[in-house]
């Protein structure tokens, strides 16, 4: 019988009230971890064989976006192919792409399937699916330019595929909302809902500019439970911040609850010092029962990870939402 797969995982610190606390040994990623690499983060983590696999944001030392893939026996420790993904085709032979960045992954049915934003004239949402993170198939891209923040859901929603995105312009989006939408074989997708708009600014400040899908939804008996990134402009430029939303499991596009206080802000030194300062920007959650782990860009630069117990997080987007 196979063992049951042991997720990253550290107490909270004794005195402290956090909902969400940090790895103390953070960053897991560094920059500098492949040769090749200017700065590694907002990446995406997933169980896989005995061990863990991960799709990697690895920009270059000519600032080049693309992603990687890597492996782990316990989340922490990784080794990243000094390669990027060299992708075969998939549900078409269209596979143009001038940049790939910020994967998500996400097991549905009997595959993995990989979102990123896409350089096809302009950022659009990429899909590919693979086995083994060793062969990729690239799908067509889901939507028109210009988009970001494609997150899918593990499971079909009454018998289609949906995907949680952020529309944008073809710059360094000063606004953006999140919509679903819905595909009945990864291929054309339609049927767009708004499901969160950007908070007022009087009530959440954190959130005010513009908030995009982090890690793939997690299904629990009282909704969908999902970890998104928030963010403010401020006198030093965006600020980002990572909240929770807890969505309908039958209907996504309704909000349940949703975090009026963030769950995590910039505040240690990678977070706060970087390529990009102050940010923290969740691409993954790694489950085992209550317990749960979120995986995070830091400064646009360094992967840190998270802790959490769901239930709490529930708990307080109840007692605390918008």
């Not at 983060?41 to 005995?50: C, G, L, T």
């Not at 492996?71 to 940049?99: C, L, Q, R």
């Not at 679903?180 to 809902?193: A, C, L, N, T």
Request: hydrophobic fraction near 35%; aromatic fraction near 14%.
């Amino acid at each position: 019988m196979k063992s049951k797969l042991i997720i990253p995982w550290e107490n909270r610190p004794d005195g402290s009230n956090d909902i969400m606390w940090r790895y103390s040994k953070n960053p897991v990623v560094g920059r500098y971890d492949i040769p090749s690499s200017n700065s590694i983060f907002n990446s995406a983590v997933v169980p896989f064989e005995d061990g863990f696999a991960g799709v990697f944001r690895c920009d270059n030392k000519s600032v080049q976006m693309n992603i990687f893939a890597g492996f782990s026996k316990d989340g922490i420790h990784w080794e990243i192919n000094h390669d990027p993904i060299e992708m075969v085709a998939g549900n078409t032979s269209m596979i143009d792409s001038d940049y790939k960045y910020d994967p998500r992954v996400c097991w549905i049915e009997d595959r993995y399937w990989v979102t990123w934003c896409n350089g096809y004239h302009g950022p659009t949402i990429g899909i590919a699916y693979t086995y083994d993170f060793k062969t990729f198939h690239q799908c067509e891209n889901a939507f028109l330019p210009f988009n970001r923040n494609g997150v899918l859901f593990p499971e079909k929603i009454d018998g289609k595929y949906a995907m949680l995105s952020r529309p944008s312009d073809n710059g360094h989006t000063p606004f953006g909302d999140i919509y679903i939408s819905y595909s009945p074989d990864m291929k054309y997708w339609g049927e767009h809902r708004c499901v969160m708009k950007v908070a007022d600014f009087t009530k959440s400040a954190w959130q005010c500019t513009k908030i995009g899908a982090g890690s793939v939804p997690i299904k629990t008996a009282e909704g969908w439970l999902l970890f998104y990134h928030g963010v403010i402009n401020t006198c030093n430029g965006f600020r980002y911040s990572m909240g929770a939303a807890l969505l309908d499991l039958e209907n996504p596009d309704k909000v349940l609850y949703r975090s009026q206080d963030y769950l995590l802000a910039p505040a240690a030194p990678y977070e706060l010092a970087g390529d990009v300062p102050n940010v923290v920007f969740p691409c993954a959650a790694l489950t085992d029962d209550d317990k749960v782990t979120v995986y995070y860009g830091a400064a646009d630069t360094v992967v840190g990870i998270s802790f959490g117990y769901i239930s709490e997080i529930i708990e307080h987007l109840k007692q605390k939402s918008l």
